[in-house]
C-alpha cells in the first residue's frame, strides 16, 4: 500500500494536461485558422502547357468512354482549345485591378473620413485620388 499510494499520485496528477486534450480535434474552435489562400499569379508558360496537356488527358478520356459506349464522340482537340478559351475569358482582368463595388465601397469610407476631418477643422482630401492611393495599396 506504501508504495501504491506515491505512484498512483503522481499518475493521477500527470493526467491534468491530458484531461484537457480530451475531445481535441481538427474541427474544434480553439484550433488556429489554416493560413489564406496565396493570391493568384499570372501562369508562366510552364504552367500554361501543363494545364493544357491536363486539359487534354481529361477530354481524350471523355472521348474514349464515347466510343466505348457507341455514342459520337467530341472533337479532342476543339475541345480543348473551348476549354483553354473558356477558362482564359474566367481569369480576372489586370487591367482592370479592382471592380466597381470595391472602388464604390473605397469611395464611401474616404467620403466619410473627409467628413470626419472636416468636423477637426482639418482640409478636406482629394476624394478619387485618395481612393485610387488606397486601391494601389491594396495590390
Excluded at 39 to 45: E, I
Excluded at 54 to 83: F, K, N, S, W
Excluded at 125 to 138: C, F, I, P, Y
Amino acid at each position: 500500500m506504501l508504495v501504491v499510494t506515491p505512484i498512483a499520485t503522481a499518475l493521477f496528477a500527470g493526467s491534468w494536461g491530458l484531461i484537457d486534450e480530451i475531445g481535441k480535434g481538427g474541427l474544434t474552435l480553439e484550433d488556429p485558422l489554416p493560413p489564406p489562400p496565396a493570391p493568384s499569379r499570372p501562369m508562366t508558360a510552364m504552367a500554361k502547357a501543363e494545364q493544357k496537356a491536363e486539359i487534354r488527358q481529361m477530354v481524350q478520356a471523355r472521348h474514349d468512354r464515347q466510343v466505348a459506349r457507341g455514342e459520337t464522340p467530341v472533337e479532342v482537340d476543339v475541345e480543348v482549345e473551348r476549354l483553354l478559351a473558356m477558362g482564359a475569358e474566367m481569369e480576372p482582368d489586370p487591367s482592370s485591378e479592382h471592380d466597381d463595388l470595391l472602388r464604390e465601397e473605397v469611395r464611401q469610407l474616404v467620403v466619410a473620413r473627409n467628413d470626419r476631418r472636416m468636423k477637426h477643422g482639418e482640409a478636406p482630401l482629394d476624394v478619387e485620388s485618395e481612393v485610387d492611393r488606397q486601391l494601389k495599396d491594396l495590390a
